[in-house]
């Protein structure tokens, strides 16, 4: 790394988060759903790093409400840069995964649309192979049944 870019990273890091080394803050998302998707991009002179956290999912484990929190996440991924995508539809999965343990006759086909989302993000974002895109589509439709946003992936 060069000299004085660790110091930047740090700065940036910090500035994003609105904390000094030391001073604890608080959040009100589950421990279990927080986590960062970052991108890096550098230039002969000059490093941007940029940092999205989705918002959280629901803690709640009605199947109303978690499948209100996944539609909504489905929704926002759609909106933002495939690099981050797969940020929203893991939590989205989360949701409707813990709505269909919680109540498994109240939650139909959450448990499968959970497995479509986890699949969709194991999927490169380039190079995709054939059978990866049809995955794509195949996973995207389906998902879009569900949620009842028809043509919102396609």
């Known amino acids: 790394m060069l000299p ?3 110091s930047l990273l740090a700065a940036l890091l910090l500035a994003s988060c609105g904390s000094s080394p030391g001073t604890p803050t608080t959040t009100n998302r589950p421990a279990a759903s927080t986590s960062t998707i970052s991108s890096t991009s550098t230039s002969a002179s000059t490093t941007t790093t940029s940092t999205t956290v989705p918002p959280a999912t629901t803690t709640t484990t009605s199947p109303a409400a978690a499948l209100a929190a996944a539609k909504e996440q ?9 690099a981050v995508q ?14 269909a343990a919680a109540d498994p006759s109240g939650t139909p086909g959450y448990t499968a ?3 479509e989302l986890d ?25 879009n049944t569900f949620f009842g946003t028809p043509g919102l992936y396609s």
């Open 119 to 143: 699949q969709l993000t194991t999927v490169p974002e380039t190079s995709q192979t054939a059978t990866q895109m049809a995955e794509v589509t195949q996973d995207t439709s389906s998902l």
């Open 4 to 6: 004085g870019v660790a």
């Open 74 to 82: 489905w929704q926002q991924g759609a909106a933002a840069i495939s």
């Open 86 to 99: 797969s940020g929203y539809w893991t939590r989205a999965a989360a949701d409707l995964s813990g709505a």
């Open 113 to 115: 649309a959970a497995a």
